[in-house]
């Protein structure tokens, strides 16, 4: 089993900053992609930033400039540093992880529970 834990939302006023964490555990063998996903109430879950195995990076157009995901591969964890933050982030925030467990010639597709972040305006 593997499983993905997020820590590190919360409530944070316009133009504040918050640090997400996603730690995956289980029998990981090899880690491909890892992302953040964000969804607000009423809207589909849409991707905000991913980054390879090699540390390339992608970033929706709405963060750019203000988002950074970054990742520790001795850790499997991904972070999402997000500054300047606005009413407009305010949604569930997903981790999601492509790993390829011990035994298994595959790679699936893991997602964590989410974690809220709310900016207030």
């Known amino acids: 089993q593997v499983q993905l834990v997020e820590s590190g939302g919360g409530l944070v006023q316009a133009g504040g900053s918050l640090r997400l964490s996603c730690t995956a555990s289980?029998?990981?063998?090899?880690?491909?992609?890892m992302a953040w996903y964000r969804q607000a109430p009423g809207r589909e879950r849409d991707l905000v930033a991913s980054?390879?195995?090699?540390?390339?990076?992608n970033y929706a157009d709405s963060v750019k400039g203000r988002f950074t995901i970054s990742r520790d591969n001795s850790k499997n964890t991904v972070y999402l540093q997000m500054s300047s933050l606005k009413p407009e982030d305010t949604a569930v925030y997903y981790c999601?992880?492509?790993?390829?467990?011990?035994?298994?010639?595959?790679?699936?597709?893991?997602w964590g529970r989410g974690t809220q972040v709310i900016v207030s305006s």
């Open positions: 980054i390879s195995s090699t540390g390339s990076s």
């Open positions: 999601y992880a492509n790993f390829r467990r011990y035994f298994r010639y595959t790679y699936d597709d893991y």
């Open positions: 289980g029998t990981i063998s090899d880690a491909n992609t």
